[in-house]
């Protein structure tokens, strides 16, 4: 997203708890202005939102879990309003309504918080990104190809968005306020059930992805704080109802990329999923 924005022509100011950590350099060699701020303490968010035009707001469940996600998010919308913010938009999850999914159902309660103050917002709300089946925080031999299938079912259709469309239409919405203010929009670009998307992988890359078997429990154990959470999630899934509509992110991205499209030009997860950089 920040490099979609920077493309457009917005200047961005980016939020660290640490501007000289390893994982923040990439961002200001963007072209970012890197921020220091800790979301949990509202004070720190004051002068970075100064001025600002609109706030893009995400936070993450598993580092300080869900309450301090809940905490977090209000606090942006809180300070957001004070500082004048004119457009609020929302990294959302789930599928908009009580799942009993403990990362779904907090950010519905930001979700709640936030048309409380009235500010213009946009919530967007993706579901599983492509980049599970690659990126190696989430283990995918584990995760993606064996626990994931298990407890969802290998022929359920699941809803995918690659990481790099959903900057892309973060960016969109900063850019027609009129257009995405007060929407909610489910992201999904396809539909594959995860036994499709193995038969994709291995057509496009000549072989099967890896797949490493471990007990549920013990994947629960490996991945701390994600492992209940996703392992009811994806017991959910398994005859929870998920809106499979691909119309409303092709009408906002008619060349989003589909997971065979994301296959062919993603390296092992190593760039965004875009042969050109997006």
């Given at each position: 997203m920040v490099?979609?924005?920077l ?7 980016a939020?660290t ?7 923040a ?12 701020v ?12 100064d001025?600002?035009?609109g ?11 869900l ?6 998010g209000?606090n942006v919308a809180t ?8 457009h ?28 409380e103050l ?22 995918p ?22 990481v ?13 306020p009129?257009g995405?203010?007060?929407?909610s ?7 594959r ?25 013990l994947f ?9 959470d ?10 929870g109802?998920v809106?499979?509509d ?11 990329l ?7 030009h ?13």
């Open positions: 490099r979609h924005l493309g457009a022509g917005w200047r961005v100011r939020l708890r640490d501007p000289d950590a390893t994982k350099r990439p961002v200001a060699e963007l072209g970012a202005q890197l921020v220091r800790d979301m949990a303490n509202p004070t720190s968010l004051e002068p970075a939102f001025g600002a035009y706030v893009y707001s995400v936070q993450n469940p598993y580092i300080g879990g309450g301090q996600e809940v905490v977090q209000k300070v957001a309003q004070a500082a004048g913010v004119r609020l938009v929302y990294g959302s999850a789930g599928v908009g309504s009580r799942s009993g999914v403990g990362s779904w159902d907090s950010k519905l309660a930001v979700e709640e918080y936030i048309a009235e500010i213009p917002a946009t919530i967007l709300r993706p579901m599983a990104f492509m980049e599970l089946m690659t990126d190696r925080a989430f283990y031999p584990v995760s993606t190809w064996h626990v994931m299938p298990r407890l969802m079912g290998e022929e359920r259709p699941v809803t995918w968005l690659a790099d469309d959903l900057g892309r239409i973060a960016a969109k919405a900063f850019e027609d009129q995405y203010a007060g929407r929009i489910a992201l999904t670009s396809d539909v059930s995860l036994a499709e998307c193995r038969e994709l992988w291995t057509d496009v890359r000549g072989r099967s992805p890896r797949r490493f078997p471990m007990p549920v429990r629960e154990r490996v991945a701390g704080l994600a492992g209940p996703l392992t009811t999630m994806w017991r959910w899934l398994r005859s109802h809106p499979l691909t119309n409303p992110t092709r009408g906002i991205l008619p060349d989003a589909t997971v065979r499209d994301w296959l062919r993603n390296d092992e997860g190593r760039n965004d999923g875009r042969s050109d950089g997006g």
